[in-house]
């Protein structure tokens, strides 16, 4: 199986000199094609961070991350825009999708940066709509729709450049447990049917418990890392909370 | 403890204040400059008539700029409250710190004294150079010798700061009023609330779009086809024309997403779709400002263009209007007569003539009308109230050859027909080389001319035609009737060298209205008398004047209309902000997003110059045949002024816009 993403012995330092906060100390982990794989911790436990600087917004101060083979950490800023938009799809908590597009225009915006022909454009959108059941809200613009369907909305759009990797933060965040759970659905779709890669960060376990591997991460460190195996979802999410009673802290999160 | 705060904030966010600066310093700067005109005087050598007109021409400025000081006061007081409202969330956090809105206030009313200090210091310094190339420019104007030190303009400078001071006065008092208004809640959540995009039906666009052409046109048509001179078609031109163009940009968005939409290779073309929507999206807000923006810019354009236009027409039309150093005129030829009789004798004469204009009521200029198409257009009650001027050949010919130039030579039966009027021309030519057959005190002759020059008969201020032939025939001597009366007399005079004209002038004026005292005329009755000199410096006054109320009020407009653009981009930009955010993450590439900021500024700025440059060409255009009675007009080099003038500071405008848009993307947003 190939390994879509390689993190090697990153560290992220944030202030300068005698006031140093270690906001991602020395993590190194791996995810391989076809895999969901999701990252949890506390607030302040460097998770955003972590998923910042995968996603390249951020930079890494030492360690290196290769995605598809390729070393981002030494990539030019504006290789680093293509590199993005080619390579990574994003879902965010508050869905990120703009207000004056209509959903259809939403997904097709992700295209049309990659230069995308026309046709080619309406046929994809077409596809992903179907999978993820939005064709109905196509026409729609954001504050006509519902939270679930913003989101979806907002996968399709990340999954729309068939990227190597899914980034999704807080996905479930901002919705109502319904929703999230047909969101949650979609996503296990798209990762068994599609194959698509997805790297999840998420500090509520229900939301995790539908991931394959989950790495724990606690002061920047990574803490534990637990993989489903065969077991059932509930299974799963039992063993997710005792991690999580472990880590001491958030519990308020937990279903 | 708050001036310093105060100081602080202008420090720190002197970007954010750039155009409000900017702004501020323009304003005072043109404000200085054209009320400096008085001092002005003190290094030109003007003689006594030209430092009239100067001193004319400052009482002018001074009531332009009561004028012009109240629309400064909306475009600062609009600036202002741009400036406030980017800071909510900072006086949101003074007032959870616990600073009564007094104190806050009492912060902006020293950020304001402070701006304003020195803005008005920025702006006399500026007005001071610039008002000594003003000083160069009138020099030039009025072809004098500059006796060149630094003015430097006390009145003006008070004025200045005067009017200013009043302006920042009423900022203070808004921005009171406006703090006070405010409640913490909003402050603090400003920016939190996410406005609705109201969505309009596209068709509808089309369909409004399509009645503002409609009513665009009709204003067009209505103001090309009857002018614009009288109440009866203005009113009708200025309502369709504005409601035109207030429906014009309400829709033009909608049109144009609809219409680019239409084309998918178009519309799904990088961050094409993006840019459209966002203009759609504002354009609820924006429509009106876009009209006042594209009016404001009409406005600047038509004083631009028009007091350029004139300067240079007067200038041009002088040389044909003043051939002779003296010209009386009167249509009591017994008055002209004497006159001559009475300066027999005066040595101070070089050479002179008189010509006499005879009227025959049979002949009026609805007979031409068979060989004239464009005639046909005119008012025939007008026309038929007109009749020709006719001349006879021996005096017409002495005026040429007393002017340089060749005499004329007819056979019995031929006229030769010509105008003093460039506006005629275009009914006159089509009548030469048909041989039209006139009848003339009852004998016939034939218009055998086919071409002629364009010449007065005397010296007389542009404009005022009283030795002007509006149709006028020159015929054989023996036609006229030996007992037909001249309806018009002139007389020419060119005196020796080093004669004064003034004073000459002035006593043939005298003994003018002494000899008309002595007789009690019935009926209209004109004496007219005028010199090369004064006809000369009457044309640079005049142009003067046009060409200063004309930069004056187009600057002001220009920089108006730019500062409201400028600041609504960078609210927007605001409002963006997140926007902009989004498609960072998703991928779009600086050059792309900046690409789709210069887009998106580059169609608010040029949509309203576009349509105010249309309006502006047809506009000039019917306000031009109006000016073409001053003579013949050179719209080339004052349009190319006006663009230049229109590339400098709405360009710079637009550059500052663009920067401040990416500035304020840039920015983090907590």
Known sequence: MNTILDVKAIEKY??????????????????????????????????????????????????????????????????????????????????????????????????????????????????????????????????????????????????????????????????????????????????????ATIMMVTHDAFTASYAHRILFIKDGKIFNEIVRGNSSRKEFFNKIIEVVTLLGGDTSHVL | MYFKLALKNVKKSYKDFLIYFLTLAFSVCLFYTFNSFQAQQAVLNLNKAQSQIVDSISVIMGLLSNFVSVVLAFLILYANSFLIKRRKREFGLYMLLGMPKQQISKVLVYETLLIGLISLIAGIALGLLISQLLTVLTASMFTVTLNYHFVFSFDSTFITIFAFAVIFFIVMIFNAFIINRYKLIDLITAGHRNEKPRVRNLWLSVLIFLVSLALLGYAYYTAIDKGMMFVETLTPIILAGSIGTVLFFLSLSGFLLKFIQTSKRLYYRKLNMFVLRQINSKINSNFLSMSVVCIMLLLSIGALSTGITLRNTINDSTEVTIPFNYTGVSNHHEIITELVQYAKDDSRIKNQMVINSYQDKDLTADLLVPYSKPMRKLDPKNIKNTPLDIYKLSEFNRKRELTGKPKLSLKANEAYMFTSLDSLTEYVDPILGKNAVLKLYGKEITVTNKAYELEQLGTAQAGYNVTSASIGLVVDDAYIPNNALPASSIWNVNLNKGVSEKKFQSEMSDKMFELQGQKAYMGHSYLANETRSGVLENAVGTSVMFTYVGLYLGIVFLVASAVILALQQLSEAEDSHHRYQILKKIGAEKRMLNQSVLMQIGIYFIMPLGLAIVHSFIGIKVVNSVLILFGKLDIMSSSLFTALLILIFYGSYFLLTYFGYNRILQQEKA
């Open chain 1, 14 to 195: 944030y202030g300068s000199k005698g006031n140093i906060t270690k906001a991602v100390d020395n993590i190194s982990f791996q995810v391989n094609e076809g895999e969901f794989v999701g990252v949890m911790g506390p607030s302040g436990s460097g998770k955003t961070t972590l998923l910042n600087v995968i996603s390249t917004i951020d930079h890494v101060t030492s360690g290196h991350i290769l995605i598809n083979g390729r070393d981002i950490t030494t990539l030019k800023k504006n290789s680093l825009s293509r590199f993005r938009r080619e390579e990574l799809g994003f879902i965010f908590q508050d869905f990120n999708l703009l207000d004056t597009l209509t959903a259809y225009e939403n997904i097709a915006l992700a295209l049309t940066i990659q230069k995308v022909k026309p046709n080619e454009i309406d046929k994809r959108i077409k596809a992903v709509a179907a999978k993820l059941e939005i064709n109905d809200v196509l026409q729609k613009y954001p504050y006509q729709m519902s939270g679930g369907q913003k989101q979806r909305v907002a996968s399709a759009r990340a999954l729309i450049t068939n990227p190597s990797l899914i980034l999704a933060d807080e996905p479930t965040g901002a919705l109502d447990s319904k929703s999230s759970r047909m969101l949650l659905e979609s996503m296990e779709k798209l990762n068994t049917e599609m194959n």
